[in-house]
T-cell receptor
Framework: SAVISQKPSRDICQRGTSLTIQCQVD?????MFWYRQQPGQSLTLIAT?????????ESGFVIDKFPISRPNLTFSTLTVSNMSPEDSSIYLC????????????FGQGTRLTVV | KQEVTQIPAALSVPEGENLVLNCSFT??????LQWFRQDPGKGLTSLLL?????REQTSGRLNASLDKSSGRSTLYIAASQPGDSATYLC??????????FGTGTRLLVSP
């Protein structure tokens, strides 16, 4: 299993500003994932972050709005840029093993409220 | 497009009851299925992972079954406790490390 620490756990931000969320894993992992959970909804994948390459974004998510960094095998950041109230969600990072048969582990999430 | 549905959306039971949560998926071509629990405003805790070749997995009071051909999984919780109160999510893996999540079942166990 993997232990994932996410910071901040929650924040209230003004519209038009940006917030950077950090995700730290206790072991080296190849792939990290960022999800969004809007109020009352299930999880939606934002992007996949591989170390040493550009993040791969899912349909409906763009790099200008959600830039991602992956400087090493234990750390990633997600920035929510130029925020609006519609960005109020829980943002979660996740890690998995390299093959498709392994378990996914999640951080405790960042609860973002945009006012 | 894979769709994952969980029934019921919400469930309230008295402490001690055995209960079943359901997860249905539209495309049976999955690699595995994972059950999670989520406490309010928090992240996800992995409960059980079932590979497509398996029929069930057990962990303590939890038992998850998988019927891939019919597109169904169930999570059985024995002797429920107030501490089991949370939202339970299932997720199917449909491609290279892509998870599709269900809509969730919100469980409340009353003392």
């Amino acid at each position: 299993s993997a232990v994932i620490s996410q910071k901040p756990s929650r924040d209230i931000c003004q519209r038009g500003t940006s917030l950077t969320i950090q995700c730290q894993v206790d072991s080296q992992v190849t792939m990290m994932f960022w999800y969004r959970q809007q109020p009352g909804q299930s999880l939606t994948l934002i992007a996949t972050a591989n170390q040493g390459s550009e993040a791969t974004y899912e349909s409906g998510f763009v790099i200008d709005k959600f830039p991602i960094s992956r400087p090493n095998l234990t750390f990633s950041t997600l920035t929510v840029s130029n925020m609006s109230p519609e960005d109020s969600s829980i943002y979660l990072c996740s890690v998995e093993g390299q093959d498709r048969l392994t378990e996914a582990f999640f951080g405790q999430g960042t609860r973002l409220t945009v006012v | 497009k894979q769709e994952v549905t969980q029934i019921p959306a919400a469930l309230s039971v008295p402490e001690g009851e055995n209960l079943v949560l359901n997860c249905s998926f539209t495309d049976s071509a999955i690699y595995n299925l994972q059950w999670f629990r989520q406490d309010p405003g928090k992240g996800l805790t992995s409960l059980l992972l079932i590979q497509s070749s398996q029929r069930e997995q057990t962990s303590g009071r939890l038992n998850a079954s998988l019927d891939k051909s019919s597109g169904r999984s169930t999570l059985y919780i024995a002797a429920s406790q107030p501490g089991d109160s949370a939202t339970y999510l299932c997720a199917v893996r449909i491609g290279f490390q892509k998870l599709v999540f269900g809509t969730g079942t919100r469980l409340l166990v009353s003392p």
